[in-house]
């Protein structure tokens, strides 16, 4: 067999199933809750609920070794069922290389963000699947050792997915590492208005904001600025 085809059998072997929870070095896995006890992306989240959904998104982000922002933040008049129909949401970063992983194919980079990198996450609650327009979150950065700073467009998980395959897998094989790789990310966040970019942040410490817009079930959900700090080796 050759390399390639090892990476993405490496690929699809190293990601656990959708009923497993992710596993990342150094980070203990949080147990993915049972079908009943998990948030429903297409109901409404109630006013005594929304603590819990915080605290399922925090150990989500967690769960994959990133680091959540120093506080939450909301869309109003999104949702119905909560108090000013406010959608919860937590956004995250992780410093590259990421993941690690003990898999190792010569030649082969099988980091999705790599060293120098930073990935930002957005992580709402209670929103229904993606339509069609998936932009709209954006994350402004400063790397305040270097001095140097961005705006990124975020989007949507789908396309990290692709990001996250070298480009030396065949083409025939490519569904199947990105089917895997789905699964691994399902495990522990939901999918509706999730978004996630890569930045070339370079090392240092860097602060982020991230914000912008989420269209669920064709209303635009505008969620406030939140704030974090990433260090990057």
Do not use: H
Not at 115 to 126: D, E, I, L, N, S
Request: aromatic share 8%.
């Amino acid at each position: 067999m050759s390399a390639v085809a090892t990476c993405s059998v490496a690929l699809a072997l190293a990601a656990p199933t959708s009923g497993a929870a992710p596993t990342v070095p150094g980070v203990t896995p949080v147990p993915p809750a049972a079908a009943s006890e998990r948030p429903t992306q297409t109901g409404t989240a109630a006013p005594g609920d929304l603590f819990g959904v915080y605290n399922t998104a925090i150990d989500g982000l967690r769960a994959f070794g990133m680091q959540p922002f120093l506080y939450p933040t909301a869309a109003p008049f999104c949702l119905g069922g909560t108090s000013l129909g406010l959608a919860p949401a937590v956004a995250g970063a992780v410093p590259g290389p990421w993941p690690k992983t003990s898999i190792t194919i010569p030649g082969l980079d099988l980091a999705a963000v790599k060293a120098g990198q930073t990935m930002f996450t957005f992580v709402p609650y209670g929103l229904g699947q993606d339509g069609s327009d998936t932009t709209g979150m954006q994350v402004a950065w400063m790397n305040v050792t270097s001095g140097r700073g961005g705006l990124a467009a975020m989007g949507p998980l789908s396309t990290v997915f692709g990001a996250m395959i070298p480009a030396e897998v065949p083409a025939a094989l490519r569904p199947m590492a990105e089917r895997a790789i789905q699964n691994f990310f399902v495990a522990a966040l939901p999918m509706g208005g999730v978004r996630a970019v890569p930045v070339d942040t370079g090392q240092g410490t860097v602060l982020a904001a991230v914000f912008g817009t989420v269209e669920n079930g064709g209303k635009s959900c505008f969620f406030l600025p939140t704030v974090g700090i990433t260090e990057v080796p």
